[in-house]
Structures are given as structure tokens and as C-alpha cells.
């Protein structure tokens, strides 16, 4: 049987989810896949450094991190060397890993691995091919080796941005960010008797952190004239699901119907029930809304990749961007007093994700395991 190994890590959740995606579906083809934290197996330290840090930066002081990750974007003497301290750091452990396991294909799905893992490839540590797995609609330098044998990317878009940055169209391919399968399959439910004469449902997440913004965009959505369902995610934040609570038995809501929860599994099922999402568009979330056509409103968003997905959701017509979360209310008013424009950006997105095909990243990797095994059959 041959064997896959993912390489992610935990800079937000795209990147682990993409890497959870990708082992359900390459196990049911057949395949042995083992998922690793790059980090968390080279250093405490240095995962602590970067996955922690990341996550306190983006939150309390996004602009340094946008100016880290636009110099990064244009990597310079300095920032090179970072990166083989980067490589020495990780070398000890990944590579005796690799060396031991002896996969058939090494697959990434964080920038900094993938980074990594071409250097290494680069220095002859292994002769493993090595797909990198792009998490994000444009392209960050950091994901360009030359020792990478294949690209995955969420559309031609970022295929584009590629191939003007000097990588081969050869060994790229549009096939989608992964997604899990439950997103897969668009089951639009008919409203409940109790929520026929309502306007429309909208889901409201902040991502798998939470974010204090949410706050701000749930009292807009609680101003809107329109009666609405408002289905409230607040993933990890604890805190932030309390003050959620508060707030609504604070407010007159007007004849809304709210529901809120924390962190849920059944996010396919809530975007099957809504007409429109509010939240941050990362990579993943973003693949989700398009795969299930739910239009996205964007009033928040962390600088760098998810300001550059927001550009390219609002560029095809699949999201209107709210430069100011108070302008909440009367966008969302404006677009259930117009549902015509919810309809055309859902026909969008549908349109979009015409191009997405996991069964065809999943003969990717095939294809690739075969030019190194010398095999067709790669699965028992």
C-alpha cells in the first residue's frame, strides 16, 4: 500500500483542515496517510514561536504582521537566511522521519513547510516527490521551490498569479482547496413553519480564534429592519459566546430569531440553512462558501492572505466587502430588499466551483506516486 505523508501546522485552522480533508479522501482511495505537525515534531520552541506568535500578532497587532508578511512576499538576503536557520532547525527531525517512513509522496499545506521541505529537496535529503497544497487564492513566495513537483490551487486565478511569477503551468493545477466531503453536497433545507414570513437567514462566524469584531457585526445585524434568522458561531472564544449571550438578552431583537453557539461540527449543515455568510474569509472558509454557494459579506479580515481572498471573492462577484462594520446593518438590508444580488453572486460561486475536483487531486497524487514507485497499480 502506498504511503502519503501531510506536513501542515497550527497557524489558524486552514491548514490542519485542508490536511484532514485530504487524508479522508486519499485513505478511501486507498492510500495510507499519516498527518504531522511540522513544528510541534522539529521544536516546542519553534512551534511556539510561530504558531503561537502567529496567532498574537494577527490578533493584537495586525499591521506588524502585514508589513512581516509583505517583506516575506518579497524576500530579501535576510529573510532567506532566516529560513535556512528556519531549514537547520527542522532538518534534524523531519528528514530522519521521512528517511524512516519512506512515503511515496510528501504533500504540504503551510508556506513555511512547503518552503522547508523544497529546500531540503533542494540539499538532496530526499528524493520523494512533493506536492504543495496552496491554502490561499494568491501566491506567496514562500511557496515557491523549484524542487516542488506539483502545485494544488483553489482556481486560475491563483493559477495565474503563479505562472506571472515564473512557475511552470505545467505542474500546477486548479483543482480546489480540499474541503471535507460534508461540504460537498448542496442540501438547501425549505424554512420551518415558524420561520416562513422571515427575510432570510444569515450565519455569522468569526473563524476558529473568534473575534471581538463579531461583537460589533451582530449588534449591526440586530439594527436590521428586515426580520432575520441570525445563527451565531464563535468557535473557541469562550469569552466572546458569553458576551454574544449578554448582548442578545440586552437587545431588542425585534422579532429575529438568534441562535448562538461556540465552536460546531456541523458547519455544512448551517450553510445549507443560510442565505448569506458574515465572517472572515481565510482560505478554507472561503472554499466552503463557495463549494456550498453562500454568498459572503466581509466586514473584517486579517491583513495580508485574507485581505487578498477578500479581493478575490468581491473581483468575481461571490462577496461585497463592508469597509466599516456599522455600514452592516444597511448592506444587509439592501441586500434582502434585492435578493436578486444574492441569487447572481450564489450563481457565482456556483460557476466557481465547477472547476473543483478532489477526485482529481486525489489522481494527482496517484499520477505522482507512480512516476516515483515506476508503478500504475499504487493501491492494494
Known sequence: MAKVFIFTASTGAGHNLAANSLKESLNQAGLKTEIYDA?????????????VGYKQ????????????????????RFQQGMFQVLTRIMNPEIVP????????????????????????????AFDIPVLSVVTDYKIHTLYLKKMIDAYVVGSEYTKKTMIDKGVNPDIIYAYGIPVRQAFLTNNHLE????????????????????SRQMEKAFLSLLKVKEK???????????????????????????GKIVEIHGFVENVPELMDESDAIISKPGGLTTTEAIVKNIPMIIPYY???????????????????????????TEKVNFLFENKYIIKQMSEN????AMNRSMEKTVELCESLISKKTGNQQVSE
Not at 490578533?59 to 509583505?70: D, I, S, V
Not at 522521519?97 to 538532496?124: A, C, R, Y
Request: charge should be negative.
Open 39 to 51: 513544528f510541534k515534531e522539529s521544536s516546542v520552541a519553534l512551534d511556539r514561536l510561530i504558531s
Open 57 to 76: 500578532m494577527v490578533a493584537t497587532t495586525p499591521k506588524l504582521y502585514e508589513q512581516m508578511y509583505n517583506q516575506f512576499n518579497n524576500m530579501n
Open 97 to 124: 522521519m521521512v528517511q524512516k517512513g519512506k512515503p511515496d509522496l510528501i504533500i504540504s499545506t503551510h508556506p513555511f513547510v512547503t518552503n522547508v521541505l523544497g529546500t531540503l529537496k533542494e540539499h538532496d
Open 191 to 210: 424554512p420551518k413553519k415558524s420561520e416562513v414570513d422571515l427575510a432570510g437567514t444569515v450565519l455569522l462566524m468569526a473563524g476558529s480564534l473568534g
Open 228 to 254: 432575520i434568522r441570525i445563527i451565531a458561531v464563535c468557535g473557541n472564544n469562550k469569552w466572546i459566546e458569553k458576551e454574544m449571550h449578554l448582548l442578545n438578552k440586552a437587545r431588542n431583537s425585534d
Open 302 to 328: 486579517y491583513p495580508g492572505q485574507e485581505e487578498e481572498n477578500a479581493d478575490y471573492l468581491v473581483d468575481g462577484g461571490m462577496a461585497i466587502k463592508v469597509d466599516k462594520i456599522k455600514d452592516l
Open 349 to 352: 460561486m456556483s460557476e466557481e
